[in-house]
């Protein structure tokens, strides 16, 4: 069985994520699923997942961005990522709006919470 291969975001929409996601200390930006997301507490509440950015929001919320256009987040077809939803394409032209949805997400995100990081695996000596 070969790898499935993850989408990747261009360098356009990489300094388009960057440039949305606000300059809370709290906030950290790293490579997740082959493309770059942002997290808080540790938790994950916005990314790119191809050309495509995807939010951590309310059901509520959620149920909003579809009506606009947004679909569920599926990084593997058929396997939603529960509390995350595509916001509609076409997101790096309209800043104020997907900067808003990425503000909501960090708020919902914060309330979350915190994760605590994975111990590394212990190896074993023979």
């Known amino acids: 069985?070969?790898?499935m291969a993850m989408p990747k975001p261009s360098e356009q929409a990489k300094a388009a994520f960057q440039k949305l996601v606000p300059p809370d200390p709290a906030v950290t930006t790293r490579?997740?699923?082959g493309n770059l997301s942002a997290f808080v507490n540790g938790n994950m509440f916005c990314g790119l997942f191809g050309e495509d950015l995807?939010?951590?929001v309310s059901e509520g919320d959620?149920?909003?961005i579809r009506k606009q256009g947004g679909k569920a987040?599926?990084?593997m077809?058929?396997?939603a990522m529960t509390g995350y939803v595509v916001v509609p394409t076409g997101w790096q032209k309209?800043?104020?709006?997907t900067r808003s949805w990425i503000a909501t997400a960090l708020s919902w995100?914060?309330?979350l919470p915190p994760k605590t990081p994975k111990k590394a695996a212990s190896r074993r000596t023979r």
């Not at 309209?94 to 709006?97: N, V």
């Open 94 to 97: 309209k800043p104020d709006a």
């Open 73 to 75: 987040f599926e990084p």
């Open 54 to 56: 995807f939010v951590r």
């Open 1 to 3: 069985m070969s790898p």
């Open 77 to 79: 077809p058929g396997r």
């Open 31 to 33: 490579p997740m699923f």
């Open 62 to 64: 959620q149920t909003k």
């Open 109 to 111: 995100s914060k309330a």
